[in-house]
């Protein structure tokens, strides 16, 4: 789950971690008022969206007078935003973060996320942050210090300190990185997430550090232990279809193809649409049914792939294990029957009872497409999207 950088902040100041005064509107005039409790003249304006790149898709303003904190806020809210981040998706700005202006001499970058290859939670850092981050990454990847945290130790400041003179900072700015960095570690281990990212961490002229924004992703698995971090859900940022998914367990994700899959299990589903793409399709999503595949999953499943009028035909790749293949083969009937499927629909089903599933497909009277293998079905895919 990601969440906006107005309740990012609030997480970092929940565990101790310094940020600018800041708050949340969601009108015009809420924005002035919040202006108006913040001290100086200068504030910046931020829309609220689940992106990076917002400055540069005019999404950050630093207003003067009161005058424009109202003239910016209007400017953003209401509207729908899309960033190098979102793969040209817009996003709707239903709240901007109000929030006191600083004075920046340099932007340092700093993230903590899962590294899968040392099995450990993993700080990454330079001394060259800001929107160009992923530039400095790919062109310089010298400036990308890196420290691996060790799961039985944990977290010890000497390593902060360490990082923070590696980056270049004076013995008080590294003084304040450790506990920035120590209050990151116990917030993502406490709230079980993901990924954390500050960027910028900024140098002030002042010379102390400042949190100027973050961004956090949660492991959805661990939602169930963290109501407070659920309640902080915004569904309005997410995929329609993808939302919708998630109230029936479906692990969904909307894809740019025309061929729409359903599969049980996450590896086969990535194997089918590796397949259609080598047999010249684009598959139209990622679609995993789960082991437990039913009637009601089924139907529910034909009725999000259908949602995409994109959609042309529809690859069934069902390895029934858990449940047998009969059972699954009724279930797509009754989908079919039920949802009134339209387009194509190739089905190639293996395992338990197969032979059984088969003949009930069969036999069913609708133009169900068979197909002997994931090859095979790919191939029927394209070929039928192909001869429409």
Request: with cysteine.
């Amino acid at each position: 789950m990601n969440f906006h950088e107005y309740q990012a902040k609030q997480l970092f100041a929940d565990y101790g971690i310094a940020v600018p005064t800041g708050r949340v509107a969601r009108t015009p005039e809420e924005a002035v008022d919040a202006a108006k409790t913040i001290p100086g003249d200068l504030w910046v304006i931020k829309a609220q969206i689940h992106a990076g790149g917002r400055g540069k898709a005019g999404g950050v303003k630093l207003a003067k007078t009161l005058d424009e904190v109202r003239e910016y806020a209007k400017g953003m809210l209401g509207t729908r935003m899309a960033t190098y981040q979102t793969a040209g998706v817009e996003l709707p700005v239903d709240s901007v973060l109000v929030c006191e202006g600083t004075d920046i001499a340099k932007e340092l970058y700093l993230s903590v996320l899962v590294d899968r290859d040392t099995k450990s939670i993993t700080f990454i850092a330079s001394a060259e942050g800001g929107m160009d981050i992923e530039q400095v990454a790919h062109e310089k990847p010298e400036a990308i210090k890196t420290l691996h945290v060790n799961y039985v130790q944990g977290l010890q400041p000497f390593e902060c300190r360490d990082l923070g003179f590696a980056l270049g900072l004076t013995a008080k700015q590294v003084g304040q990185l450790t506990k920035i960095m120590l209050g990151l570690y116990r917030l993502f281990n406490e709230k079980d997430l993901a990924l954390v990212e500050l960027n910028p961490l900024a140098i002030l002229t002042d010379g102390n550090l400042a949190v100027l924004d973050g961004k956090i992703n949660s492991d959805d698995n661990a939602s169930f232990r963290h109501a407070d971090l659920t309640a902080m859900r915004d569904i309005r940022q997410e995929d329609e279809t993808e939302v919708r998914a998630s109230q029936y367990d479906l692990n969904y994700v909307t894809m740019d193809g025309n061929i729409g899959c359903m599969v049980n299990g996450a590896g086969l589903a990535m194997a089918t649409m590796d397949v259609i793409k080598l047999e010249g399709g684009a598959p139209a999503n990622f679609l995993d049914v789960g082991g437990g595949a039913n009637k009601e999953r089924v139907t529910e499943a034909f009725k999000l792939i259908l949602s995409s009028d994109k959609v042309k035909a529809i690859f069934v790749n069902i390895f029934g294990g858990i449940v047998r293949c009969d059972m699954i083969a009724e279930g797509i009937i009754a989908a079919v029957k039920d949802v009134g499927v339209q387009i194509p629909v190739i089905v190639r089903l293996e395992g338990t009872n197969v032979e059984a599933g088969k003949d009930l497909l069969k036999n069913s009277g609708l133009a169900i497409i068979p197909a002997d293998d994931i090859n095979d079905g790919a191939k029927k895919a394209v070929a039928a999207v192909a001869g429409q």
